[in-house]
């Protein structure tokens, strides 16, 4: 069968089980913006909440290797990049712009 | 505990208090019906109302028809394997109307 994050009850081995992060790590700087873009797109039906929790499944064992707020802004990446959004190159040509911008 | 039918859907199939089994199936797509509970039997605890299909809007479509949701009372015996906690242990799940078919 296959094995989604939503069918992790009961498993007591392998990459989805082992014990509850309970720590409150926080939310960094970059966090915060993230999650308020997640927030301003599905609040205005840009993208909805299944389409990024189906995104984030895509993400096959990345899902497992990515923290909470990487992996959910990969599905977001990953899902306005499938809408056409932007597109791959202008995205590349943004980040390398920002890069740019705090290299300064 | 007094079962609650909080915005009822008129053209639903079952009823609180009726059994159902969840389908076994294993369709590829984004399906939130834990793989655990499929082929279990439980009792509906009560009726959800109804929303637009997650599984469409996983995809961008408009989740239309709606779909009934109800919540699924289930023994813990009967899901877990060699469970060793008390017998009138349950766990409840909310599973839409087109996974669960009479028991």
Request: charged share 30%; proline share 6%.
């Amino acid at each position: 069968m296959n094995r989604n994050p939503a069918d992790i009850g009961g498993e007591t081995m392998g990459e989805m089980s082992g014990p509850i992060d309970t720590v409150d790590h926080g939310m960094k700087f970059w966090e915060k913006q993230a999650n308020a873009l997640r927030n301003t797109l599905t609040g205005s039906r840009v993208v909805r909440l299944d389409e990024l929790r189906r995104a984030a499944e895509e993400l096959g064992s990345r899902y497992y290797a990515l923290a909470y707020f990487e992996r959910t802004t990969e599905a977001l990446r990953n899902l306005l990049l499938e809408k056409g959004v932007f597109t791959q190159d202008a995205l590349e040509r943004k980040m390398d712009e920002v890069r740019r911008r705090y290299d300064a | 505990m007094t079962p609650s039918a909080y915005a009822p859907a008129p053209q639903r199939r079952f009823n609180v208090g009726e059994r159902v089994r969840v389908k076994q199936a294993d369709p590829p797509g984004h399906r939130r019906t834990p793989a655990y509970v499929r082929g279990k039997e439980g009792a509906i605890e009560r009726v959800c109302g109804a929303f637009p299909n997650p599984e469409e809007l996983a995809y961008g479509f408009d989740g239309e028809p709606k779909r009934v949701l109800y919540r699924v009372r289930f023994h813990q015996h009967h899901v877990w394997p060699g469970y060793e906690g008390a017998p009138h242990d349950v766990i409840e799940l909310e599973i839409y109307e087109h996974w669960l078919e009479a028991a």
